[in-house]
C-alpha cells in the first residue's frame, strides 16, 4: 500500500521522559513488583500507555515550528474563534453533528475534567455508575472524591461485548445514582455502541435524573466501514449530557495536555470557568487547531496502517496462541485479548510478560473488574514492532507450557 506519511519508522523515546518507556515501573509495577526484565530498559517493547510509537501529523509539526519561530509563549488565553470554529467543522464533517459554540470549554485533558465535573454533579451521598471492564481513572476519579462507583458487567457473546441493560435501571432503582460514566467508543473492549444502544442507555439514564459524561477521546479511531454516533446527538434538547472529546489519542498529542468539552448545562458551565484559571498552553492551542483544521488525511492513513496491524494480530493468534480470545474491535488501537486458557486466575499477567518476554502490557487487573483473563495490546505501533512483541508474548507463553 502506498502511503503518504511513514508509520513504518521505529522512533526511540528512551531519555523524553515518555510514560511509555521511561515511567513503567511506576505505573505498571508501582515499583513494587519484582522486576526481573530478561533484557535492558531500552529493549522492551511498549504496548501497554495508550498513546502511540508514530510520530504526530506532519501538518501538526509544522504549525508548531511556525508557532515556536515566533519566539515569545506569554500568557496566552483562547480569545479568537480559530479552535472552536476548527473543532465544530471537525465534528460536522466527522459526525454530521452540531456543537453550539458557547457550550465548548478547554481543559488539560479528559482525565482532570473528569474529575473536576465529578465534583460538580455528585453531592457525597450519590453515586456513580460505570461499565466494567473500566478504564481505570474512572475509578480513581470517584475514589479522589469520595464518591462510591458502582459497576454493570459487560456480558460477552458471540465474541463481542454488550450492555446489560437490565442490571442498570436495577443498579439506578436500587441506589442513589446521579451520575453514569459512559466510555464511548469502550476501553478497553473497543465496541462502538450502536444508536440503539445509545437510546436505551441515555433514556435510562435521563429518566432518572441520571446525568451522563461520554468519554469519546478514542471516537476518530474507526476500523473502516464503522461508524461513530456522539450520545449528546441522540438527545439535542438534553443539558444532562457532557461529552469529552480530544485531539490527544487520535493524532499522539496527550502529553500537550488539551481536550474539548462541551457542556451544554449553563449551571455547570458557569462553575467551571469560576473555578479554573483560564491560561492555555500556546502550543497546545496551536497543536490542536491543525489537527482539527488538517488532520484528516493522515487520520485516514493511520486508521489503514492500524486495520492491518489488527489483521495481522489476527492470523498471528489463530497459528501461534490458538487457545487465545479475540475479535478485532470496531474502534479504538487496543486490542482486548482473553488470555485465561494460559494462566490462572491469581496470576499477574503484566509481570510474566514483562519478567519473561520484556514485553510491556496491561493485564485485566488493571480494568477495575470483569477483566480476569485479559490482556490489552497497544497496535498503534510500526508492524515490525507488533511482530517482535507478538514473537516474544508467544514464545514466553510456549516455552512455560514446554518446561
Known amino acids: 500500500v502506498c502511503m503518504k506519511y511513514d508509520f513504518d519508522k521505529i522512533i526511540s523515546r528512551q531519555g523524553t521522559d515518555a510514560v511509555s518507556v521511561d515511567g513503567f515501573r511506576v505505573y505498571l ?3 513494587k513488583d519484582p522486576l526481573n526484565l ?5 529493549e522492551a517493547i511498549p504496548m501497554w500507555v495508550a498513546d502511540m510509537e508514530f510520530a504526530t501529523c506532519p501538518e501538526i509539526i509544522d504549525a508548531l515550528k511556525a508557532r515556536v519561530d515566533h519566539g515569545i509563549f506569554g500568557y496566552t488565553e483562547i480569545f ?17 453533528w452540531e456543537v453550539e459554540s458557547d457550550h465548548i470549554i478547554t481543559s488539560q485533558g479528559v482525565v482532570p475534567a473528569l474529575y473536576d465535573l465529578i465534583e ?13 471492564p473500566s478504564y481505570s481513572y474512572f475509578k480513581s476519579a470517584a475514589d479522589a472524591k469520595g ?19 437490565e442490571d442498570i435501571r436495577l443498579k439506578i432503582k436500587n441506589n442513589k445514582v446521579s451520575l453514569f460514566l459512559l466510555c464511548s467508543p469502550h476501553n478497553p473492549t473497543g465496541r462502538i455502541w450502536t444508536d440503539t444502544e445509545l437510546r436505551e442507555l441515555g433514556e435510562i439514564c435521563l429518566e432518572n435524573d441520571v446525568t451522563i459524561i461520554s468519554d469519546e477521546i478514542h471516537c476518530d479511531i474507526l476500523r473502516k466501514g464503522n461508524q461513530f454516533t456522539p450520545l449528546a446527538k441522540l438527545f439535542p434538547h438534553s443539558d444532562k449530557i457532557i461529552t469529552c472529546m480530544a485531539p490527544s489519542k487520535t493524532f499522539n498529542l496527550a502529553g500537550l495536555m488539551f481536550a474539548i ?37 493522515w487520520l485516514k492513513e493511520l486508521t489503514d496502517y492500524l486495520d492491518l496491524n489488527f489483521e495481522f494480530l489476527r492470523e498471528y ?85 514446554t518446561s
Open 147 to 165: 464518591i462510591e462507583l458502582l459497576t454493570t458487567d459487560l456480558v460477552r457473546k458471540e465474541g463481542s461485548f454488550f450492555i446489560d441493560f
Open 120 to 132: 460538580y454533579i455528585c453531592k457525597p451521598d450519590k453515586k456513580i455508575l460505570t461499565l466494567t
Open 80 to 96: 479568537n474563534a480559530n479552535i472552536k470554529n476548527a473543532f465544530i467543522k471537525w465534528a460536522k464533517t466527522r459526525y454530521n
Open 261 to 297: 468539552t462541551i457542556i451544554p448545562n449553563t449551571e455547570w458551565r458557569a462553575r467551571w470557568i469560576k473555578n479554573h484559571f483560564s491560561s492555555e498552553n500556546p502550543l497546545s492551542i496551536t497543536a490542536a487547531q491543525a489537527a482539527y483544521a488538517s488532520g484528516h488525511e
Open 29 to 31: 509495577f508501582d515499583n
Open 317 to 401: 493468534l489463530a497459528i501461534h496462541l490458538p487457545k487465545a480470545v479475540f475479535t478485532i474491535p470496531e474502534a479504538t488501537y487496543l486490542a482486548w485479548i482473553d488470555v485465561s486458557a494460559y494462566f490462572s486466575k491469581e496470576e499477574n499477567a503484566a509481570l510474566f510478560f514483562a519478567n519473561n518476554a520484556g514485553v510491556l502490557l496491561e493485564g485485566g487487573n488493571m480494568f477495575v473488574s470483569n477483566a480476569d483473563g485479559y490482556i490489552r495490546l497497544n497496535l498503534a505501533c510500526p508492524k515490525s514492532r507488533l511482530e517482535e512483541g507478538l514473537r516474544r508474548i508467544t514464545e514466553s507463553i510456549n516455552n512455560r507450557a
Open 38 to 42: 530478561p533484557c535492558a530498559d531500552s
